[in-house]
Nanobody, 129 residues
Framework: QVQLVESGGGSVQTGGSLRLSCAAS????????MGWFRQAPGKEREGVAS???????????EYLDSVQGRFTISLDSAKSTLYLEMDSHKPGQTAMYYC???????????????????WGQGTKVTVSS
């Protein structure tokens, strides 16, 4: 049974940094797509970043407060752990962050939540000014 367990969430001040981790277990697939999503209170879940395990190709969300350049997704295949390094947090970005994985060999990287089959329980990131 596939399990995704996020950790590393907590409180961070505006401009601060935080690193999230997602430990994956229970899978044997070779074509792995993983991603990070976030959901702010009262809003829909949105894709933040995605990575293809086989090619290392990454993709980041293109928001107005663009995460590209501030967030970095990486995968340690030996440890089966996905990371999201977040720098320069902006105010109002408090959200639950979710790790997601898909092993069906579909197009990757991808930021659409419907493309992922497995999800973690989430870890909360609170940004304070």
């Amino acid at each position: 049974q596939v399990q995704l367990v996020e950790s590393g969430g907590g409180s961070v001040q505006t401009g601060g940094s935080l690193r999230l981790s997602c430990a994956a277990s229970g899978y044997t697939a070779s074509r792995i797509c993983m991603g990070w999503f976030r959901q702010a209170p009262g809003k829909e879940r949105e894709g933040v970043a995605s990575i293809s395990a086989s090619t290392g190709t990454t993709r980041y969300a293109e928001y107005l407060d663009s995460v590209q350049g501030r967030f970095t997704i990486s995968l340690d295949s030996a440890k089966s752990t996905l990371y999201l390094e977040m720098d320069s947090h902006k105010p109002g970005q408090t959200a639950m962050y979710y790790c997601a994985a898909d092993f069906r060999g579909r197009s990757c990287p991808v930021l659409a939540a419907r493309q992922y089959y497995h999800w973690g329980q989430g870890t909360k990131v609170t940004v304070s000014s």
